[in-house]
């Protein structure tokens, strides 16, 4: 099984600032990754899949880089939106998700 | 518009059963893999299962296989998840979601809203 490790499990940013994610893998899984929000209530979304491409209708303020084991998303200037749970998640080998990383107001 | 809609959620005793289905729409159900993904009370989300466009691979995760059986009916747009000897740790929202066209495993672009399983005595 790969493991996808998430980092911070929270993150205290302010409306407006940059928001860094970071999601590792337990063995290189190429670019086969996506990238989730979640909202209280609410389904997951997706935000990015084959680690940089942005799926329909997200904004250009989210965007996602990396390969092999180590991934980023990065919110350029948070949104008042924008807070909520982030989940990475591997395609390589069945799937699998991270932990998720909770982005709340600073 | 896509749509994915998920029944069947229930109250049921440790050891019993219950099937969930989703009523898919929107799009040609025949094409796409399909998931479960489910999600215990506070935490994260956990991959269940996956069924190929024809119903010809399928995948669980270890601590459901033996227990859960994913099947779909094209005709129907339908997905389901028989769950059998179901324990408390089995309680979570269980969602349906689209992967990719055909065979592969890939990412999930769509979601339903979620059928919550509840297990205890």
């Known amino acids: 099984e790969i493991v996808m490790t998430q980092s911070p499990a929270t993150l205290s940013v302010s409306p407006g600032e940059r928001a860094t994610l970071s999601c590792r893998a337990s063995?290189?899984?190429?670019?086969?990754l996506a990238w989730y929000q979640q909202k209280p209530g609410q389904a997951p979304r997706l935000l990015i899949y084959?680690?940089?491409t942005r799926a329909t209708g997200i904004p250009a303020r989210f965007s996602g880089s990396g390969s092999g084991t180590e991934f980023t998303l990065t919110i350029s200037s948070l949104q008042s939106e924008d807070f909520a749970v982030y989940y990475c998640?591997?395609?390589?080998?069945?799937?699998?998700f991270g932990g998720g990383t909770k982005v709340e107001t600073k | 518009e896509v749509q994915l809609v998920e029944s069947g959620g229930a109250l049921v005793q440790p050891g019993g059963s219950l099937r969930l289905s989703c009523a898919a729409s929107?799009?040609?159900?025949?094409?796409?893999?399909m998931n479960w993904v489910r999600q215990a009370p506070g935490k994260g989300l956990e991959w269940v299962s996956y069924?190929?466009?024809?119903?010809?691979?399928?995948y669980y995760t270890d601590s459901v296989k033996g227990r859960f059986t994913i099947s779909r009916d094209n005709a129907k747009n339908s997905l389901y998840l028989q769950m059998n000897s179901l324990r408390d740790v089995d309680t979570a929202v269980y969602y349906c979601?689209?992967?990719?066209?055909?065979?592969?495993?890939?990412?999930?672009?769509?979601w339903g809203q979620g059928t919550l399983v509840t297990v205890s005595s």
């Open positions: 998640q591997q395609y390589n080998y069945w799937l699998t």
């Open positions: 084959g680690a940089s």
């Open positions: 063995q290189s899984i190429h670019r086969n």
């Open positions: 069924m190929d466009s024809d119903s010809t691979t399928i």
């Open positions: 929107g799009f040609t159900f025949s094409s796409y893999s």
């Open positions: 979601a689209r992967g990719g066209l055909g065979s592969s495993t890939t990412h999930l672009d769509y």
